[in-house]
């Protein structure tokens, strides 16, 4: 198949603007397609009213690290450069009890052991057990064997109750989102090879300076038109018909603009998953596709933003909380939001990766449990305004032996793309980064 000329990419979050760039940079004229109003998908921008301000927030809180090698090529892409919209940190795990992990600003791998010489809460045998993990998975070259749970393997690699707790558990549900007992032990190796275990710089935590939105959408649109191509929003995708439906090229209906169908040569598929079936029909050159993503499973991510007044801060702009859903302690982390933002000062994003008991409660119970542990642990005051964001099916459940479909696909000039595609990462904005950008390639 020759590259085409058009292309039609189907929902801008991070997948869908990463492949729209590839695509511009390729030379096709691109139209990016977003149901919503703004662009990111479950990365973006939202504007939120806290105590009568109005604050610019986001749909969750993130943080990106230096291993996020797609990302960066893509901010250089579009000509952003990285440090005026992320401030890049090394690697830090903190609690407010004194706890710590900082690496240096070494050559690896001085720099971890820079981080578990001068930590704080770590005895010899903690460091030991660290140390043996580590150096066994970079001698296997970090492929542990038959995939299992996190949970079973850290046992069965000798890691203290105390590692678990503090390093291994807030890890691993921050970056596979997904229970310990239920989250892949394989996926989250993947994830060490690439973070601590490679270079210095690859275990940086990278957070945004601005709203999700402004970090990296905005820029893929101004790109994307100044190439000749379009940004639709507003635009929800009902149909898709394809070359063998009606004439020699794709056809994409809208629900809410049924008589402004635009006819592309190819397509990028970057939406949910579970609307793919509904949009293009029946196929059975998507029978295999539609049988992968009838397993998924999804895991939701809550963040609960709570305002103070402007002069309360969060030490180092954020820090780690000790876990314990039994004890109503849901959060993990805690940031600032007006470290790096004075708009924002005094307001704080707290985040509950993957499910548990919180559940269950209602959003306002939610809300109250977290300014509780936030006043045990930081000794703050009682917040003056809460809201909690339940993005309930935030990403797949990072699931041992997790199949997912790969970006080309049978069907000629129909390419899909999302944190969900094939991928030795959990969902994260790198994951969607690299399937953006993969699936525009496998059209070029």
């Not at 921008?45 to 960066?72: F, I, K, M, S, W």
């Not at 029909?281 to 402007?310: M, N, Q």
Request: overall charge neutral.
């Amino acid at each position: 198949m020759s590259a085409p000329r058009t292309a039609a990419v189907v929902g801008a979050g991070w997948a869908g603007c990463a492949a729209a760039a590839e695509l511009g940079a390729g030379g096709v004229s691109v139209t990016l397609l977003e149901a919503s109003d703004v662009l990111g998908g479950r990365a973006r921008r939202l504007p939120l009213e806290l105590a009568g301000d109005r604050h610019v927030l986001d749909n969750g809180q993130h943080l990106l690290l230096g291993a996020y090698t797609e990302t960066a090529a893509l901010f250089e892409q579009l000509n952003v450069a990285i440090d005026t919209v992320v401030e890049r940190r090394p690697f830090e795990l903190r609690y407010p009890d004194g706890f710590r992990l900082q690496a240096a600003r070494l050559p690896a791998p001085l720099h971890l052991a820079a981080a578990l010489i001068t930590g704080r809460g770590l005895d010899f045998s903690d460091r030991a057990a660290m140390i043996a993990l580590l150096s066994a998975l970079r001698k296997s070259r970090w492929n542990i064997g038959s995939d299992r749970s996190t949970t079973e393997w850290l046992l069965e690699r000798g890691q203290t109750p105390q590692v678990v707790r503090r390093v291994w558990r807030p890890l691993a549900l921050a970056a596979l989102n997904t229970p310990l007992d239920r989250a892949s032990a394989q996926i989250f190796a993947s994830v060490l090879r690439d973070s601590l275990g490679a270079k210095g710089s690859a275990s940086e935590m990278w957070v945004p300076r601005a709203d999700l939105s402004a970090l990296l959408p905005d820029a893929v649109e101004r790109y994307v038109v100044a190439r000749g191509g379009a940004v639709r929003r507003d635009a929800r995708v009902d149909r898709i018909d394809g070359p063998n439906n009606r004439g020699d090229r794709f056809r994409v209906h809208f629900r809410n603009d049924p008589e402004r169908a635009i006819e592309v040569d190819a397509v990028v598929y970057a939406a949910a998953p579970t609307h793919l079936e509904h949009i293009v029909g029946r196929s059975e050159a998507l029978d295999a596709t539609y049988e992968v993503l009838a397993r998924f499973e999804h895991e939701p991510i809550y963040t609960v933003y709570l305002k103070y007044a402007p002069s309360v801060r969060v030490a180092r702009g954020f820090t780690a909380l000790l876990h314990d859903p039994a004890k109503r302690r849901y959060a993990q982390w805690v940031f600032d939001r007006g470290a790096l933002d004075p708009a924002n000062q005094g307001v704080l994003a707290a985040v509950i990766s993957s499910s548990g008991p919180h559940e269950a409660e209602s959003l306002e119970d939610v809300c109250q449990a977290v300014a509780q542990q936030l006043t045990a642990d930081l000794n703050l005051p009682a917040p003056v305004d809460t809201r909690a964001i339940a993005d309930r099916r935030a990403t797949l459940a990072a699931v041992p032996h997790l199949q997912r479909p790969p970006n080309r696909t049978p069907w000629p000039g129909f390419a899909i793309a999302g944190d969900w595609t094939a991928s030795d990462y959990p969902s994260t904005l790198e994951t969607a980064v690299r399937s953006g950008r993969t699936a525009a390639r496998a059209l070029l």
